[in-house]
């Protein structure tokens, strides 16, 4: 059997027990807008973890991370050290902060204890919503990369295909859905990486060193280097990963889901561990693929090695990996996404909705969200641009207002608590500082710095306009 037939026949079998999964959690989810979005605050740590895992586990870490190791050499683990660590930072600082409270997104959480302003909270839930978009579209382009490649079909339909299962069993049972696939789905990753882990490394007979020895024979020696000649640049890149991570919805959505804050420290620093030295040994495989042909395109060299350095079973096996990969982190993407927009941009504009109609309204977008990435992934340059956009603009626009406004306090020895805003940001003071953020970090003309300027700029003006608004401000609550 051809390895193209096997990719079609696991992809089949795949995305039916994904469907079947869904149907099974269909009324449950229905119930109210907080399962739909958050499972009731109630999940525990075995499926926090595995849902975090594996949505983490994206076919992008798998293939863009490759293709950029394969492309740049040892200097993109600062990038990888950036998104990846930060994934830890966030266990350690702000998952068992968050995950005291039910808010059902990022936005909500900002809006209740910072700002009290539905202008200011749909700002952030369209920045927020940008990364989730990003990255849906990502895992489409990515898998339509390895279908090329291995079978010679377009990528066109396979993107398409690929989309239209993960948007269905997303629809049909909402954050359930996505936890319970993400439990399969993260036990075959573990799996199936560790496989293919040893057949790559078997390259170079398990010696990481013998990767530099290989690029230095090939005359690219510099790809071995971690890039300390241009120390800014690895800051900037550190800075643009950590920055989209600490405001991405899904890791805020599953401190929110689980049953209580040490749940949600635990399964996102466990996770999280795991995922940065996988990741960091995904890179390591692009540059070994390398070393054995250098002529191919940075996005086709996981598929590539795939079919020519691993015997079909093995590489079928590679394959259920990343299409659950895959899979996990476009359903928990597009959840969130979706969820971000039904409660931040139109839930506090039309506060007599009922559960029905936000979960009918949730479904919906859904569809509109995902067949919106599977444009963006068609025309995206490459899976990484996808991502680096979103990160910046939204982490850039956001971050600063999530710190300044916790730290800033009204009350100083007053405990952050839900319904209570405790924070000396006024709303004017959030939205330039939101949009000040966005748009500088997206200005090529700041140099590659403008990350590093766009923040500080937008923590400065909070603080500025919010203290220049501030009587306008009391005088409005009051």
């Known amino acids: 059997m051809s390895l193209g037939t096997t990719l079609w026949i696991i992809t089949i079998l795949m995305c039916g027990a994904f469907l079947v999964i869904s149907l099974k959690f269909k009324e449950k989810a229905e119930l109210s807008f907080a399962n739909y979005a958050i499972g009731g605050k109630t999940f525990p740590m075995y499926l926090i973890f595995f849902t975090q895992f594996a949505t983490i586990m994206g076919v992008g870490n798998f293939v863009g991370h490759a293709g950029s190791g394969y492309e740049t050499g040892l200097s993109w683990m600062a990038f990888i050290l950036g998104e990846q660590g930060s994934k830890i930072i966030f266990a350690l600082f702000i998952a068992g902060f968050a995950g005291k409270f039910t808010y059902n997104t990022f936005p909500e959480l900002l809006d209740d204890l910072i700002t009290k302003d539905k202008v200011t909270r749909a700002m952030a839930g369209v920045l927020a919503s940008s990364i989730m978009i990003a990255w849906v579209g990502g895992q489409g382009k990515a898998l339509g990369n390895i279908f090329s490649v291995v079978t010679g079909v377009s990528p066109l339909p396979i993107i398409l295909l690929f989309s239209a299962v993960f948007i269905i069993y997303t629809t049909v049972g909402g954050i359930y859905s996505v936890v319970w696939t993400d439990l399969l789905q993260g036990v075959l990753v573990l799996v199936f990486g560790t496989v293919f882990y040893i057949f790559a490394f078997k390259e170079v007979n398990f010696s990481v060193g013998e990767i530099g020895t290989r690029l230095t024979a090939l005359g690219r020696a510099e790809m071995w280097q971690f890039g300390i000649s241009d120390p800014m640049k690895i800051v900037n890149m550190i800075v643009t990963g950590t920055i989209g991570i600490l405001v991405a919805q899904i890791y805020w959505q599953r401190c929110f889901a689980a049953s209580d804050a040490k749940t949600a420290k635990n399964g996102l620093l466990y996770s999280g561990i795991i995922a940065i030295l996988a990741v960091m040994l995904t890179a390591l495989v692009g540059m070994i693929i390398f070393t054995i042909k250098q002529d191919l395109k940075p996005g086709d060299a996981m598929a590539w090695f795939m079919m020519n350095r691993i015997p079909v079973a093995i590489a079928g096996m590679v394959f259920a990996l990343v299409l659950a990969a895959g899979m996990s982190s476009a359903d928990s993407n597009l959840n969130s996404a979706s969820i971000l927009i039904v409660n931040d941009l139109i839930r506090p504009f039309k506060p007599e909705l009922t ?3 936000l979960v009918k309204y949730a479904k919906v977008l859904t569809a509109i969200i995902g067949i ?18 979103a990160y910046s603009m939204a982490g850039a626009g956001l971050v600063p ?17 839900r319904g209570k805003r405790n924070s000396k940001v006024t709303p004017w003071g959030a939205r330039i500082g939101i949009v000040a953020g966005a748009v500088l970090s997206q200005m090529n003309s700041l140099g590659t710095n403008k990350v590093l300027i766009a923040l500080a700029v937008s923590a400065v003006l909070l603080v500025v306009v919010s203290l220049a608004t501030r009587k306008t401000s009391m005088k409005n609550e009051a």
């Open 372 to 389: 919106f990435a599977a444009i963006g992934a068609i025309y995206a340059s490459s899976i990484m641009s996808l991502f680096s956009r």
């Open 355 to 357: 559960d029905a109609q």
């Open 401 to 417: 207002l999530l710190v300044v406004g916790l730290l800033w306090k009204e009350r100083p020895d007053a405990a952050h608590e």
